[in-house]
């Protein structure tokens, strides 16, 4: 930013003030929300009413159209966070370092959510509800990359060192991540334990891919609104001092 | 820029023949650690044999996770570390003199001290030989990479466990080729991409991690 000028322009960082953001998030929540459940519910429709039977899985397989988006909202998550983080340590703006602080619960939520959906996947088609195969062991650690995370943030009282320390957590670890899995890759295919592969695609039927795009799509509506509903409960309780926020409170808009 | 480092060494050794408690316990627990496994598992001869090189990379992992605790915090504490940040000598060649001071009362006792366990837990020359090797290469990333959660939970309540919580998921890849290069002799499979593997986190982690812990560091202390 060469220049100030007095008046204000919507421009680059003009949504980067937690003034400015708080009301345009409240805005959009909605939009995303309604979003999310109107694909959900596609997705759903489809996954149970017409995409057909697998033809070796049988119908254990529907579960995929849960497990594929929120494996693959917990890696892009991840990533989303680490850049958040970045941005907030390199421009020293304090909402993305909150937007960053905000997506990890709901980027550990999907991995969790994709190891338990793994896991009841894997008991009726492998015959056991856990295997040290390489995906699932990086998103074990995925998990464990997430809660460090947040243990660091919630340990450190001062907010703004836990913006900063927390985001040279994330960048060490996205740094890592590709160093973790081609070494557990490496290492689940030297010990040839696990005799079953989930690896091998099969060919999938065009109405299951379109679940599958639609369900994550509906992933990531629903990620997109519940860390705007999480940033703005970030920003109330950070700037609650602050004089807009209190006219909010009297004007009694803020909800 | 090597007179920097060398007297930082000096310094961190100096401290620990002082202290010498603090150097003694790591070792002994990585001793006691080790030692647990076959009374928990039983003394079959070869089934310790096949587990052997997990164990002794586990309770090395563990070991230097321990003695993370040490690597500022006594500093922090007397204001040593102020003084360094402050200092116009620049901050990731510290860093890395502290890494390498920690490496040599940390790391390089449990290395030579894992020699015994080769020969406790019967494997033979070639793979203690490699264990050995896997061990020098392997655990001064460990005091690298240690060093960043060190640095990011300075001061905090429960540091310690905080601490473990962050590093152990990052030292994984060093746990697989670590182990994996004793497993790989043991069954008579070429063993050297593991060490190059090796070799190359640390260089990758001596170039990168300085850099992580002094802006760690300066965000702690400020």
Redesign the interface.
């Known amino acids: 930013m060469n220049t100030v000028s007095a008046s204000p322009r919507v421009g680059l960082f003009w949504f980067s003030s937690p003034q400015t953001f708080f009301p345009l998030a409240g805005r959009m929540i909605p939009l995303f929300a309604a979003l999310a459940i109107g694909l959900g519910l596609v997705g759903l429709y489809i996954a149970f009413f017409v995409a057909p039977t697998d033809a070796t899985q049988g119908e254990s397989y529907r579960i995929i159209f849960i497990h594929v988006p929120a494996a693959w909202m917990s890696m892009f998550l991840y990533v989303v966070m680490a850049f958040w983080a970045a941005v907030g340590l390199v421009f020293n703006t304090r909402l993305s370092s909150m937007m960053a602080t905000a997506i990890a619960p709901t980027g550990a939520l999907m991995t969790f959510l994709a190891l338990w959906t793994g896991a009841l996947w894997g008991r009726p088609t492998w015959g056991a509800y856990w295997v040290w195969d390489a995906r699932l062991t990086s998103e074990l650690i995925l998990l464990f990359l997430y809660l460090g995370f947040i243990a660091l943030q919630a340990a450190i009282d001062d907010p703004r060192r836990a913006d900063k320390a927390g985001a040279v957590l994330a960048l060490v670890g996205v740094v890592n991540i590709p160093i973790i899995y081609f070494s557990v890759q490496w290492w689940n295919t030297l010990h040839q334990g696990a005799s079953v592969s989930i690896t091998r695609a099969p060919s999938m039927a065009t109405t299951m891919l379109w679940g599958m795009l639609i369900m994550a799509l509906a992933f990531w509506m629903y990620s997109i609104a519940a860390v705007l509903h999480r940033v703005r409960s970030i920003i109330v309780a950070r700037e609650r001092r602050a004089e807009w926020i209190r006219e909010l409170l009297a004007e009694g808009r803020l909800k | 820029m090597l007179r920097v480092i060398v007297q930082v060494i000096q310094r961190d050794l100096l401290l620990a023949v002082r202290q010498k408690a603090d150097v003694l316990n790591t070792l002994f627990f990585f001793v006691v650690v080790v030692t647990m496994v076959p009374l928990g598992i039983g003394p079959e001869p070869n089934q310790l044999r096949a587990i052997a090189p997990g164990v002794v990379w586990v309770a090395a992992l563990l070991a230097a996770i321990l003695s993370l605790a040490r690597l500022f915090a006594n500093d922090y504490v007397d204001g040593t570390l102020e003084q360094m940040l402050l200092s116009s000598e620049p901050l990731p060649l510290i860093v890395l003199g502290k890494a390498a001071a920690h490496w040599l009362v940390t790391g390089l006792p449990l290395t030579i001290m894992s020699i015994v366990f080769g020969v406790v837990f019967d494997l033979g020359v070639t793979e203690t030989g490699v264990m050995v090797a896997s061990l020098l290469l392997g655990t001064p990333v460990l005091s690298l990479i240690g060093a960043?959660g060190a640095a990011?939970?300075l001061g905090?309540?429960?540091?310690g466990v905080?601490t473990s919580?962050?590093v152990?998921?990052?030292y994984?890849?060093v746990l697989?080729?670590g182990s994996?290069a004793v497993?790989?002799a043991a069954s008579g499979v070429s063993y050297a991409a593991y060490l190059l593997l090796l070799g190359a986190?640390l260089l990758f982690a001596a170039v990168?991690t300085p850099w992580?812990v002094s802006?760690?560091l300066r965000?702690?202390v400020?």
């Open positions: 960043v990011l939970t905090l309540r429960g540091g905080l919580l962050l152990l998921p990052l994984i890849p697989i080729f994996g497993g790989a986190f990168l992580a802006l760690a965000i702690s400020e």
